[in-house]
Protein backbone atom coordinates (compact mmCIF):
# COMPACT_ATOMS: atom_id res chain seq x y z
CA UNK A 1 0.00 0.00 0.00
CA UNK A 2 1.53 3.86 -0.78
CA UNK A 3 -0.91 5.12 1.71
CA UNK A 4 -1.35 8.86 0.91
CA UNK A 5 0.55 10.18 -2.38
CA UNK A 6 0.61 14.15 -2.77
CA UNK A 7 1.85 15.80 -5.89
CA UNK A 8 3.57 17.66 -6.66
CA UNK A 9 6.32 17.90 -3.33
CA UNK A 10 7.38 21.39 -4.79
CA UNK A 11 5.70 23.80 -6.25
CA UNK A 12 6.40 27.87 -7.16
CA UNK A 13 3.69 30.12 -8.58
CA UNK A 14 2.86 33.31 -9.61
CA UNK A 15 0.71 35.48 -7.96
CA UNK A 16 -2.69 34.59 -9.84
CA UNK A 17 -1.67 31.70 -11.43
CA UNK A 18 -3.95 29.09 -10.64
CA UNK A 19 -3.22 24.95 -9.89
CA UNK A 20 -4.59 21.79 -8.00
CA UNK A 21 -2.67 19.81 -5.56
CA UNK A 22 -3.35 16.49 -5.75
CA UNK A 23 -4.23 13.53 -3.37
CA UNK A 24 -4.64 10.23 -3.33
CA UNK A 25 -5.07 7.22 -1.05
CA UNK A 26 -5.45 3.54 -1.40
CA UNK A 27 -7.04 2.55 2.08
CA UNK A 28 -10.29 2.76 1.37
CA UNK A 29 -10.58 5.78 3.96
CA UNK A 30 -14.25 7.77 3.89
CA UNK A 31 -12.54 10.81 5.67
CA UNK A 32 -10.48 13.12 3.59
CA UNK A 33 -8.92 16.48 4.81
CA UNK A 34 -6.40 18.97 3.76
CA UNK A 35 -4.39 21.16 6.31
CA UNK A 36 -2.09 24.00 5.77
CA UNK A 37 0.96 24.47 8.02
CA UNK A 38 2.61 27.75 8.54
CA UNK A 39 5.37 28.37 11.14
CA UNK A 40 3.89 29.18 15.05
CA UNK A 41 0.57 28.79 13.36
CA UNK A 42 0.07 24.99 13.78
CA UNK A 43 -2.09 22.55 11.05
CA UNK A 44 -5.35 24.54 9.85
CA UNK A 45 -7.93 22.36 8.34
CA UNK A 46 -8.97 23.82 4.89
CA UNK A 47 -11.64 21.50 3.21
CA UNK A 48 -12.84 17.88 4.47
CA UNK A 49 -14.69 14.97 3.15
CA UNK A 50 -16.67 12.37 4.64
CA UNK A 51 -17.27 10.79 1.80
CA UNK A 52 -17.38 10.62 -2.39
CA UNK A 53 -19.23 13.66 -3.30
CA UNK A 54 -19.45 14.96 0.09
CA UNK A 55 -17.23 18.17 0.96
CA UNK A 56 -17.43 20.98 3.84
CA UNK A 57 -15.16 23.91 4.85
CA UNK A 58 -12.69 24.10 7.45
CA UNK A 59 -11.36 27.21 9.62
CA UNK A 60 -9.87 28.16 6.51
CA UNK A 61 -11.62 27.35 3.12
CA UNK A 62 -10.95 30.83 1.13
CA UNK A 63 -8.80 31.31 -1.89
CA UNK A 64 -9.65 26.98 -2.06
CA UNK A 65 -11.67 24.75 -3.86
CA UNK A 66 -12.04 20.55 -3.45
CA UNK A 67 -13.88 18.02 -4.91
CA UNK A 68 -14.74 14.25 -4.09
CA UNK A 69 -15.54 12.65 -7.04
CA UNK A 70 -14.20 9.08 -6.04
CA UNK A 71 -13.33 7.80 -2.73
CA UNK A 72 -9.60 7.83 -3.53
CA UNK A 73 -9.11 10.94 -4.72
CA UNK A 74 -9.13 14.54 -3.43
CA UNK A 75 -7.80 17.48 -4.93
CA UNK A 76 -7.22 21.08 -3.90
CA UNK A 77 -7.63 23.80 -6.09
CA UNK A 78 -6.01 27.22 -5.77
CA UNK A 79 -8.17 29.54 -7.72
CA UNK A 80 -5.97 32.43 -7.64
CA UNK A 81 -2.94 32.44 -6.04
CA UNK A 82 -1.84 34.96 -3.24
CA UNK A 83 1.59 35.14 -1.29
CA UNK A 84 -0.47 34.57 2.03
CA UNK A 85 -1.00 31.26 0.27
CA UNK A 86 2.68 30.24 0.37
CA UNK A 87 2.32 27.13 3.13
CA UNK A 88 2.97 23.54 3.23
CA UNK A 89 0.21 21.54 2.56
CA UNK A 90 -0.72 17.99 3.97
CA UNK A 91 -3.85 15.96 2.94
CA UNK A 92 -4.89 13.62 5.28
CA UNK A 93 -7.14 10.45 5.27
CA UNK A 94 -8.66 8.38 7.94
CA UNK A 95 -11.13 5.59 7.77
CA UNK A 96 -13.95 6.24 10.03
CA UNK A 97 -15.91 9.66 9.13
CA UNK A 98 -17.61 10.29 12.70
CA UNK A 99 -16.51 10.98 16.27
CA UNK A 100 -14.45 9.02 17.74
CA UNK A 101 -11.59 9.45 14.76
CA UNK A 102 -9.52 7.08 13.95
CA UNK A 103 -5.84 8.20 13.59
CA UNK A 104 -5.16 10.66 10.18
CA UNK A 105 -2.59 9.32 7.99
CA UNK A 106 -0.78 12.27 6.57
CA UNK A 107 0.75 12.45 2.97
CA UNK A 108 4.84 13.56 2.81
CA UNK A 109 3.22 17.29 2.16
CA UNK A 110 3.66 20.04 -0.79
CA UNK A 111 5.78 23.05 -0.15
CA UNK A 112 4.06 25.51 -2.23
CA UNK A 113 5.86 29.40 -2.39
CA UNK A 114 3.64 32.05 -4.23
CA UNK A 115 5.89 34.85 -5.44
CA UNK B 1 -14.48 28.56 20.31
CA UNK B 2 -13.12 25.41 21.24
CA UNK B 3 -9.24 25.17 21.89
CA UNK B 4 -6.66 23.25 22.67
CA UNK B 5 -3.38 24.71 24.34
CA UNK B 6 0.31 22.89 24.71
CA UNK B 7 2.99 23.81 26.72
CA UNK B 8 5.57 24.43 26.49
CA UNK B 9 6.02 25.92 23.08
CA UNK B 10 9.92 24.92 22.80
CA UNK B 11 12.43 22.35 24.86
CA UNK B 12 15.89 21.96 24.80
CA UNK B 13 17.02 19.02 26.34
CA UNK B 14 20.08 17.43 27.22
CA UNK B 15 20.34 13.89 25.48
CA UNK B 16 19.17 11.57 28.37
CA UNK B 17 17.11 14.18 30.33
CA UNK B 18 13.33 13.93 30.68
CA UNK B 19 10.64 15.31 28.47
CA UNK B 20 6.94 16.27 29.10
CA UNK B 21 5.06 18.44 27.34
CA UNK B 22 1.30 18.53 28.30
CA UNK B 23 -2.15 19.30 26.53
CA UNK B 24 -5.10 21.56 27.59
CA UNK B 25 -8.91 21.12 26.35
CA UNK B 26 -11.10 24.55 27.10
CA UNK B 27 -13.67 21.33 26.85
CA UNK B 28 -14.46 18.04 27.56
CA UNK B 29 -12.48 15.46 24.73
CA UNK B 30 -13.96 12.16 23.77
CA UNK B 31 -10.55 11.20 22.88
CA UNK B 32 -7.61 12.78 22.50
CA UNK B 33 -4.58 11.76 19.70
CA UNK B 34 -0.78 12.47 19.87
CA UNK B 35 0.94 13.06 16.13
CA UNK B 36 5.13 13.32 15.74
CA UNK B 37 6.19 15.47 13.59
CA UNK B 38 10.08 15.37 12.46
CA UNK B 39 11.94 18.30 10.77
CA UNK B 40 10.85 18.24 7.33
CA UNK B 41 8.37 15.47 7.40
CA UNK B 42 4.98 14.79 7.97
CA UNK B 43 2.76 14.17 11.28
CA UNK B 44 2.53 10.81 11.91
CA UNK B 45 0.12 8.96 14.22
CA UNK B 46 1.60 7.99 18.03
CA UNK B 47 -1.82 7.22 20.25
CA UNK B 48 -5.01 7.64 20.66
CA UNK B 49 -6.46 8.08 24.07
CA UNK B 50 -10.08 7.45 24.82
CA UNK B 51 -10.88 6.91 28.59
CA UNK B 52 -10.82 8.78 31.47
CA UNK B 53 -7.46 8.67 33.45
CA UNK B 54 -6.14 6.53 30.37
CA UNK B 55 -2.06 5.64 30.76
CA UNK B 56 -0.58 3.96 27.98
CA UNK B 57 3.61 3.64 27.74
CA UNK B 58 5.16 2.80 24.40
CA UNK B 59 8.48 2.13 24.97
CA UNK B 60 9.81 5.54 26.84
CA UNK B 61 6.93 7.05 26.26
CA UNK B 62 3.99 7.09 28.40
CA UNK B 63 0.96 9.18 27.21
CA UNK B 64 -1.86 9.77 30.35
CA UNK B 65 -5.79 11.24 29.82
CA UNK B 66 -6.94 13.31 33.02
CA UNK B 67 -9.47 11.92 35.28
CA UNK B 68 -12.14 15.01 33.47
CA UNK B 69 -10.85 13.90 29.73
CA UNK B 70 -9.81 17.71 29.25
CA UNK B 71 -5.77 17.81 29.79
CA UNK B 72 -2.79 15.19 28.47
CA UNK B 73 0.38 14.88 28.79
CA UNK B 74 3.07 13.07 26.85
CA UNK B 75 6.54 12.33 29.19
CA UNK B 76 9.54 10.86 27.76
CA UNK B 77 11.98 9.12 29.54
CA UNK B 78 15.93 9.57 28.74
CA UNK B 79 15.62 11.64 25.55
CA UNK B 80 17.22 10.51 22.49
CA UNK B 81 18.68 12.35 19.52
CA UNK B 82 15.58 10.28 17.73
CA UNK B 83 13.00 12.05 19.66
CA UNK B 84 13.78 14.95 18.07
CA UNK B 85 10.72 17.06 16.42
CA UNK B 86 6.99 18.43 17.32
CA UNK B 87 4.83 16.66 19.22
CA UNK B 88 1.34 17.97 18.50
CA UNK B 89 -1.90 16.71 20.50
CA UNK B 90 -5.28 16.91 18.68
CA UNK B 91 -8.95 16.13 19.82
CA UNK B 92 -12.51 16.03 18.29
CA UNK B 93 -14.58 19.10 18.07
CA UNK B 94 -17.49 18.59 20.35
CA UNK B 95 -21.09 18.76 18.94
CA UNK B 96 -21.93 19.66 15.14
CA UNK B 97 -17.86 20.21 15.28
CA UNK B 98 -17.34 16.63 15.85
CA UNK B 99 -15.71 16.16 12.21
CA UNK B 100 -12.95 18.30 12.90
CA UNK B 101 -9.69 18.18 14.65
CA UNK B 102 -8.84 20.24 17.29
CA UNK B 103 -5.13 20.68 16.99
CA UNK B 104 -2.80 22.09 19.61
CA UNK B 105 0.00 24.11 18.10
CA UNK B 106 2.60 21.97 19.36
CA UNK B 107 5.55 21.31 21.00
CA UNK B 108 9.12 21.22 19.61
CA UNK B 109 11.78 19.11 20.85
CA UNK B 110 15.59 19.73 20.77
CA UNK B 111 17.99 17.18 22.28
CA UNK B 112 21.67 18.23 22.54
CA UNK B 113 23.48 15.20 22.33
Known amino acids: NAGVTQTPKFQVLKTGQSMTLQCAQDMNHEYMSWYRQDPGMGLRLIHYSVGAGITDQGEVPNGYNVSRSTTEDFPLRLLSAAPSQTSVYFCASSYTRTAPYSPLHFGNGTRLTVT | GQQVMQIPQYQHVQEGEDFTTYCNSSTTLSNIQWYKQRPGGHPVFLIQ???SGEVKKQKRLTFQFGEAKKNSSLHITATQTTDVGTYFCAGPGNAGNNRKLIWGLGTSLAVNP
Open chain 2, 49 to 51: LVK
